[in-house]
């Protein structure tokens, strides 16, 4: 079965190249199509993309660059990685038949908690399982940011979409404004 996992990436010069090589050895057992969509990096991560990943790109977006990359692969199975990640959720991964993927209609394209309406939807077409694996990539914003107040920041997002309603944009703009703070 070929996997084709997606990496979207802004400006990860940084963590890519070691990103992409937890990738690599995460699916060592399968054949895997690597493809990396940049949303418009300015700090060369382009260039730091190794000749055996498919790199391409695609307007600013986690959702966008992701469906970007989902249309361009080739696999029967999506695995959509993050270089980064802030808690369990779809920002460690998300996998997913590429016939359930589309038949969804991809990820929504909204600016902030796109991986939970993916599951949702997908939740409704078929059965989610929790993988007994584990996913390596960088934690570049808990350091930035600090853990405890990345973790408080994180959750407050969630609970504020799910429980109160607040729409992706309001609280695209709120985490924003949040890390300029830092």
């Given amino acids: ?3 084709s996992v997606i990496v979207p990436v802004l400006n990860e010069a940084g963590y890519i190249l070691e990103s992409l090589a937890s990738a690599r050895s995460g699916c060592s057992h399968a054949e895997v199509e690597l493809i990396v969509v940049d949303g ?4 060369g991560t382009p260039r730091l993309i190794p000749g055996d990943a498919r790199l391409l ?3 600013r977006g986690r ?3 992701l469906n970007c990359g989902a249309r361009a692969s080739r696999g029967e199975a999506l695995l959509f990685l993050h270089a980064d990640w802030r808690l369990m959720s779809g920002d460690q ?3 997913a038949r590429r ?5 969804v209609g991809g990820f929504p394209e909204i600016p902030l908690m796109e991986d939970l309406e993916l599951a949702r939807q997908l939740g409704r077409v078929g059965r989610l399982a929790r993988l007994p694996l584990r996913v390596s990539s960088s934690s570049r914003r808990f350091r930035e940011v600090g853990s405890w107040r990345q973790t408080w920041l994180n959750l407050s997002l969630v609970f504020r979409y799910l429980y109160c309603g607040r729409a992706p944009p309001d609280l695209a703009r709120s985490y924003r404004s949040s890390r300029e703070l830092v």
Wanted: glycine letters at 4%; hydrophobic letters at 55%; aromatic letters at 14%.
């Fill in 57 to 59: 790109a695609a307007p």
């Fill in 63 to 65: 959702a966008v660059q």
């Fill in 1 to 3: 079965m070929l996997i």
């Fill in 93 to 95: 991964a998300q996998f």
């Fill in 99 to 103: 016939e359930a993927f589309f038949r």
């Fill in 40 to 43: 418009g990096s300015t700090d």
